[in-house]
């Protein structure tokens, strides 16, 4: 036979007793994106038991799809060890920190009577526009009790903010729990988000700044000081490109830094259009930001699908480890990153 034949596929044998990493691993012998799930669960395995520091990027409306007790596990189990997000993921977690909620809705609802009930609609799913206005002014309060006389970097802001909210906050999220467990949260687009508009449209708040600067000079320190970094992207937009741009930066600082070593993303953007979204892994090599020789896989599939499958593999295969030690000990705690090996 051809050395092409060697392996053939295997068809998947439904069992009643089953485990979702069994049967992750068994689409290991699948084809199409199945495969491709399956790579990256082994991926992401690898970069754990390999203690590689692992950055997760995150787009997409992901808090009000029902993500978020699933990212926040991925920070409370140590499976990621920095977040870069979407202000608008960071403000929908925030809000159910809150105690408020988001509602299961329609694609095809009246958005005209929406709009006269103050219902905002997320493709199938809705929230109350006069409860996000009390996360508003929430956000807003929080603020007022921060020092004007600086800039804040977007990493202590919401270590802050986190700390603030665990106080009174239902259940951990995405924001408090990165705050507990010592694990940075940067959000380069931030005034692309609600979290500005709370801070902008209340003249108390108006002139509060944050040090985006800042925030690109830590992130290169991170990747200087550790030698294998590993990047799982959920969608694609600017927390990719932060994320990216990491090793450019620090080679651009002198630092010798071969790109990431592993990577997995989730998309559904082609890459043909020319857009980060859709940019593929190979592309990112011409820039230093992959590692020519990276374990990386893309899956092209909805993340709402793909994550929940993902996450739960990797749990069930991580009983007996629930929390890894990080490569890099973080104190994200002051108004500077401080990093120790």
Known sequence: MPGFLRKPTVPIEVSESDSVASLLKRMGSTGFQGRNLSVAADVWQEMLDRKAFVFLGLAGAMVPAGMRRLLALLIQRRYIHCLVSTGANLFHDIHESLGFHHYLGS?????????????????????????????DKCISAFTRTLSFSRPYSTREYLYLLGKHLAQGAKEDGIVTSAAKAGVPIYCPAMGDSSIAIAISAFPETRSFLFDVSKDVYELAQIVIATPTTGVVYVGGGTPKNFIQQAEVTASIMGADVPGHTYAVQIVVDPPHWGGLSGCTFDEAKSWGKVAVNATKVTVYADATIALPILVTALVQRQRKARRRPRVLRLDISGRDLKIAG
Do not use: N, P, Y
Not at 110 to 133: C, G, M, N, P
């Open 107 to 135: 694609e095809d609802a009246d958005d005209l009577k929406l709009r006269q009930q103050h219902i905002d609609r997320i493709h199938d799913v809705f929230a109350s526009e006069t409860q996000f206005r009390k996360t």
